[in-house]
């Protein structure tokens, strides 16, 4: 079986993609001929991209979050509808999507001879149900995934698919912290940029509204239900049977409290915190490669610190909606497609989360309304869980730099050292 499974593992994988999306496909209700009712937030989407398309105009209120990048990603779904309607058309370009990162990371894991990530990736997007089909998190996680897949050895490939990814989604922007050489630094910056300024343009250009929009309706978000900040409240409904006082606000429940407020306010001050010390980890491992630990300079570093980062901002988060977790899966998977990666512990338990996860959410009714959750026991277990990750791996990577050069080390197996460009 062993030698079978080596002989023909592309075939196995591909297989095994095919059968995981289609179960996908068939819990959204595309494949049984019914009525279809689990669209979720695509009914929502299709409503923006009739705007986009038929008035020229960003979609406004509340609930449009999103950078414009996404204004350009909902009409590709409504050239689509006239086939099949918007919500398969929209699950298609999901799909796309979802290829596009899966062959990704299978060459990742033949170029390094570790399928780790491939398998976290085949099995643990669909631990999300229909979820990493019915939002464009997807994209974003694929361009970051395709950025990685090229950082240290494309610098200006590597800012522009961070760029595009950040003009859609905003996280993948902490992908420039991937990068420690200055000079590729300073190339990938400038085409990430360049890349958002376009998108922006052409936004601005094509439909009449604020481009800038989102940054107001992200900046009043307060404590929602699902975020790690919300355990007290989990964890006194576990002992008094006590619930929080919730209300709706931005498609999403949010904790209608003081003490819920003053997290919140906690928790930006939180993620201010998250990305100084990411900056001054960078400056840490910068100084220990100039001190001769070039093994550092090896792009599974990158990635292992990318993922801790990206956890990290989760945990810090107001907000903990269940497609975050496409994120952390796709940067977990590319961490493990390398023996070397020193993250290995807390991307299991992320992907422990991601099963818990689904188990946390209940359905979610008609578009804009926020989802009705589980029980808070099962969101206690899966944001103790990334807490418990993301400590881990901050506690590694930050021994990472200070730790002795291993005696006998001639190398890292992708070093930028003998990568193009550097």
């Given at each position: 079986?062993?030698?079978?499974?080596?002989?023909h593992?592309?075939?196995?994988w591909?297989?095994?993609?095919?059968?995981?999306r289609?179960?996908?496909?068939?819990?959204?209700?595309?494949?049984?001929?019914?009525?279809?009712?689990?669209?979720?937030?695509?009914?929502?989407?299709?409503?923006?991209?009739?705007?986009?398309a038929?008035?020229?105009?960003?979609?406004v209120g509340?609930?449009?979050?999103?950078?414009p990048?996404?204004?350009?990603l909902?009409?590709?779904?409504?050239?689509?509808m006239?086939?099949?309607?918007?919500?398969?058309?929209?699950?298609?370009?999901m799909?796309?999507?979802?290829?596009?990162?899966?062959?990704?990371?299978a060459?990742?894991?033949?170029?390094?001879?570790?399928?780790?990530?491939?398998?976290?990736w085949l099995?643990?997007?669909?631990?999300?149900?229909?979820?990493?089909?019915?939002?464009?998190?997807?994209?974003g996680?694929?361009?970051?995934?395709?950025?990685?897949?090229?950082?240290?050895?494309?610098?200006?490939?590597?800012?522009?698919?961070?760029?595009?990814?950040?003009?859609?989604?905003?996280?993948?922007?902490?992908?420039?912290?991937?990068?420690?050489?200055?000079?590729?630094?300073?190339?990938?910056?400038?085409?990430?940029?360049?890349?958002?300024?376009?998108?922006?343009?052409?936004?601005?250009?094509?439909?009449?509204?604020?481009?800038?929009?989102?940054?107001?309706?992200?900046?009043?978000?307060?404590?929602?239900?699902?975020?790690?900040?919300?355990?007290?409240?989990?964890?006194r409904?576990?002992?008094t049977?006590?619930?929080?006082?919730?209300?709706?606000?931005?498609?999403?429940?949010?904790?209608a409290s003081?003490?819920?407020?003053?997290i919140?306010?906690?928790?930006?001050?939180?993620?201010?915190?998250?990305?100084?010390?990411?900056?001054?980890?960078?400056?840490?491992?910068r100084?220990?490669?100039?001190d001769?630990?070039?093994?550092?300079?090896d792009?599974?570093?990158?990635?292992?610190?990318?993922?801790?980062?990206?956890?990290l901002?989760?945990?810090?988060?107001?907000?903990?909606?269940?497609?975050y977790?496409i994120?952390?899966?796709g940067?977990?998977?590319?961490?493990?497609?390398?023996?070397?990666?020193?993250?290995?512990?807390?991307?299991?338990?992320?992907?422990?989360?991601?099963?818990?996860?689904?188990?946390?959410y209940g359905?979610?009714?008609?578009?804009g309304?926020?989802?009705v959750y589980?029980s808070?026991?099962?969101l206690?277990?899966?944001?103790?869980?990334?807490l418990?990750a993301?400590?881990?791996?901050?506690?590694?990577?930050w021994?990472?730099?200070?730790?002795p050069?291993p005696?006998?080390?001639?190398?890292?197996?992708?070093?930028?050292?003998?990568?193009?460009?550097?």
């Amino acid at each position: 079986m062993s030698d079978f499974y080596q002989r023909h593992k592309l075939w196995v994988w591909g297989a095994i993609w095919v059968l995981t999306r289609a179960l996908i496909v068939a819990q959204i209700g595309f494949l049984n001929h019914r009525s279809v009712t689990s669209l979720e937030d695509v009914f929502l989407y299709e409503t923006w991209a009739e705007t986009l398309a038929h008035d020229h105009s960003l979609p406004v209120g509340e609930l449009w979050q999103y950078p414009p990048g996404a204004a350009l990603l909902l009409p590709l779904a409504e050239l689509g509808m006239h086939i099949k309607g918007f919500g398969p058309a929209f699950a298609g370009l999901m799909l796309g999507f979802d290829f596009l990162a899966f062959c990704l990371i299978a060459v990742l894991a033949r170029r390094q001879r570790r399928d780790t990530g491939v398998w976290i990736w085949l099995l643990g997007i669909p631990m999300l149900r229909a979820v990493p089909l019915l939002r464009f998190d997807m994209v974003g996680t694929s361009l970051a995934i395709a950025a990685l897949f090229v950082i240290h050895r494309r610098p200006a490939w590597f800012g522009a698919l961070a760029g595009l990814g950040a003009a859609i989604k905003v996280w993948p922007v902490i992908l420039l912290f991937g990068e420690w050489k200055s000079g590729r630094l300073l190339r990938a910056a400038a085409a990430a940029a360049a890349a958002i300024v376009l998108v922006f343009a052409v936004v601005a250009l094509a439909f009449s509204g604020n481009v800038f929009e989102f940054l107001t309706e992200q900046g009043g978000r307060g404590l929602h239900v699902e975020a790690v900040g919300s355990l007290p409240w989990h964890l006194r409904e576990i002992v008094t049977g006590e619930g929080p006082r919730t209300l709706s606000r931005s498609g999403a429940s949010e904790i209608a409290s003081g003490p819920a407020d003053l997290i919140a306010g906690l928790l930006k001050v939180a993620t201010l915190a998250v990305l100084v010390a990411a900056a001054v980890w960078w400056r840490a491992r910068r100084r220990a490669i100039d001190d001769g630990r070039r093994e550092l300079a090896d792009a599974t570093v990158s990635r292992d610190f990318v993922f801790t980062l990206a956890l990290l901002l989760v945990v810090a988060s107001q907000v903990l909606s269940p497609q975050y977790l496409i994120w952390l899966l796709g940067l977990a998977a590319v961490a493990l497609t390398n023996r070397s990666s020193v993250v290995a512990r807390p991307a299991w338990i992320v992907v422990a989360a991601a099963i818990v996860s689904t188990a946390a959410y209940g359905h979610k009714g008609a578009w804009g309304h926020p989802p009705v959750y589980g029980s808070s026991f099962n969101l206690v277990i899966r944001n103790v869980a990334l807490l418990v990750a993301a400590v881990d791996a901050s506690a590694l990577m930050w021994k990472l730099p200070r730790r002795p050069r291993p005696p006998g080390l001639s190398g890292a197996n992708e070093s930028e050292s003998a990568a193009p460009n550097g």
